[in-house]
């Protein structure tokens, strides 16, 4: 299975970017579809994009504005978030599973432990 590091939360204000990193171990990564997850307090976790090995996704809330890469070489996947409002405000997840459609669909097999993101208004 494989191990997921988050890293580059932190507290921007309303319009402000910043690029959350996930380091990932113990797999051979580009076989999998990677996934960023967000969890307001109070909310659901929710999905907010997904890659796999040509296709990305992203929600409609995020769109335009979130953009997710990932490096088969540094074994990373990114996400840009530009624009950033503070209803962005959450702790964001990284997830790792063999299918992009189960990330698209919600869930996936490996997690991170998070990564605070914090928009001021």
């Known amino acids: 299975q494989v191990q997921l590091v988050e890293s580059g939360g932190g507290l921007v204000q309303t319009g402000g970017s910043l690029r959350l990193s996930c380091a990932a171990s113990?797999?051979?990564?580009?076989?999998?579809?990677m996934g960023w997850f967000r969890q307001a307090p109070g909310k659901e976790r929710e999905v907010v994009a997904a890659i796999g090995r040509d296709s990305t996704w992203s929600a409609n809330s995020v769109r335009g504005r979130f953009t997710i890469s990932r490096d088969n070489i540094q074994n990373t996947v990114f996400l840009q978030m530009n624009s950033l409002k503070p209803e962005d405000t959450a702790i964001y997840y990284c997830?790792?599973?063999?299918?992009?459609?189960?990330?698209?669909?919600?869930?996936?097999?490996?997690w991170g432990q998070g990564t605070q993101v914090t928009v001021s208004s």
């Open positions: 113990g797999g051979t990564f580009s076989a999998y579809a």
């Open positions: 997830a790792a599973d063999p299918r992009f459609h189960t990330i698209v669909g919600g869930t996936a097999a490996s």
